[in-house]
């Protein structure tokens, strides 16, 4: 065991110094420092705090790296360590009545906490380690007294090492240790929080941050910490932080300003709106025994995934020339060769056909139809991609009527077609007029919602 010689009432001359300075920008101290063995890693404890709070009374020593910092003023009275330098499984987080705790603990050093008579709790993803907090009979993990803090977090005499954040995205950061080190690259934030600070003045504040995907993560910003005022960067760049948990939301907190790389250009703008006959109607029904059943169902005979982002289904209800209801499409992608399917009535849906539509809209929409109505798919341009019926002919008694029955794209059709035409269908009803099949249908036997025939 090794140590330094640093008397505590010179740590406590320091502490009294720290209280009474306004600038952080001092030299740190000759610290003391002690090599101890771990007998408890960051897996264990975890499994030992449980859902519960406990008080800690044996003798575990646990070993962890220094990756927050309150020079900057984002953090406070809080010291957060992960277990490895490199590649982290796991982090933490001691609260402790302890200022300018940087100069005692700084960035990428190891420290030893002795954790007996420590309390611990869990919330979530968050192992938290601190002193008792007491309310109404109720024991909480509150903040470790200034005097406790050097008993219990214990500076190695190992030197310092640069610690490496685990690269991710945006993606990926869900599957991510929280409390530990990361850093997340081709990241600006997003348009409207250009021309506003890092957070308002005294208040917790996020900033949204988005990738070149339109992938979105917060910034957790401090209304004390000394950036608070600076203006965000409008370029892009990367952002090194800390995953912490904001709601049921991951966030990132930077110690400083030098955790932010802000210097390529913004992303190219995304242009999602595009115009293809590969999305067509493939089946529309008004099952007989079922009309809280009805469906229409678009096909993507494409190689790639293609966005329906102001696309829209038009519904014409009998013989009406002006639309009688639509539907935006917006939001929704259809993958390589699969379907999109719309339900007036999820609940329904899903009871008779066991699945859940891909998109539930209201009922009168054009997905509920009953089978007299025309229908089209229209681009984002106004161009008419595919049609059903003919617009202004009610089809009761022609050949575009599906009452009681099917209307299902013949399996050879692999585009839209912007006028109708009867052979690239084959239409079920209760009828048989016009060269269509008299034979009412079921739900759910004679309808194949979510599949191309």
Excluded at 55 to 77: M, W
Excluded at 296 to 312: F, G, I, K, M, R
Excluded at 416 to 425: C, D, I, K, R, V
Aim: aromatic letters at 8%; glycine letters at 8%.
């Amino acid at each position: 065991m090794k140590k330094t010689v640093t008397k505590l009432t010179t740590l406590l001359l320091w502490i009294g110094i720290l209280s009474c300075v306004e600038t952080r920008d001092f030299d740190k101290p000759e610290l003391e420092c002690t090599n101890l063995e771990s007998n408890i890693t960051f897996a264990e404890l975890d499994s030992l705090v449980g859902d519960d709070v406990i008080q800690i009374y044996e003798d575990l020593v646990l070993e962890g790296y220094v990756i927050s910092s309150d020079k900057a003023g984002n953090f406070f009275n809080v010291l957060y360590l992960q277990n490895a330098s490199v590649n982290p499984t796991g982090g933490i987080q001691v609260d402790m009545d302890y200022r300018e705790s940087h100069l005692m603990y700084p960035t990428g050093n190891k420290v030893f906490v002795k954790l007996k008579n420590l309390y611990a709790s869990k919330s979530g993803e968050i192992l938290k380690l601190g002193g008792s907090l007491n309310s109404f009979g109720n024991i909480s993990v509150g903040r470790l007294p200034t005097l406790k803090v050097p008993e219990h977090i214990i500076l190695a005499c190992d030197e310092a090492i640069t610690l490496q954040p685990t690269r991710v995205n945006i993606v990926e950061i869900d599957s991510i240790p929280t409390l530990t080190l990361v850093q997340i690259d081709s990241l600006e934030f997003v348009e409207v929080e250009l021309g506003n600070t890092f957070a308002v003045a005294e208040e917790e504040t996020l900033r949204r941050l988005k990738d070149c995907a339109e992938n979105e993560v917060a910034m957790l910003n401090s209304g004390y910490s000394d950036f608070q005022p600076e203006v965000l960067p409008g370029k892009n760049g990367s952002v090194t932080g800390i995953v912490l948990k904001e709601g049921k939301e991951r966030v990132l907190a930077i110690r400083d300003l030098g955790d932010m790389d802000f210097i390529n250009e913004r992303c190219p703008e995304i242009i999602t709106e595009f115009t293809t006959t590969k999305i067509f109607i493939s089946e529309l029904a008004d099952p007989d025994n079922n009309s809280g059943a009805r469906f229409v169902e678009l096909y993507n005979s494409s190689q790639e995934p293609l966005d329906l982002n102001l696309w829209t289904l038009r519904r014409y209800t009998n013989d009406n020339t002006e639309v009688s209801s639509t539907i935006d499409l917006s939001g929704f992608i259809i993958a390589s060769e699969s379907t999109l399917v719309i339900s007036p009535n999820a609940q329904e849906f899903e009871l008779i056909y066991g699945f859940p539509p891909n998109f539930g809209v209201s009922t009168n929409s054009p997905a509920d139809s009953n089978g007299d109505d025309n229908l089209e798919l229209v681009d984002p341009f106004g161009t008419i991609i595919d049609v059903f019926g003919i617009i202004g002919q009610d089809g009761s008694g022609t050949n575009h009527e599906f009452e009681d029955g099917r209307a299902v794209r013949k399996s050879e059709i692999m585009e839209g077609n912007p006028n109708y035409t009867f052979e690239e269908w084959s239409i079920f009803n209760d009828t048989g007029d016009a060269g269509t099949i008299k034979m009412p249908q079921n739900a759910p036997e004679d309808f194949t919602p979510g599949q191309r025939e």
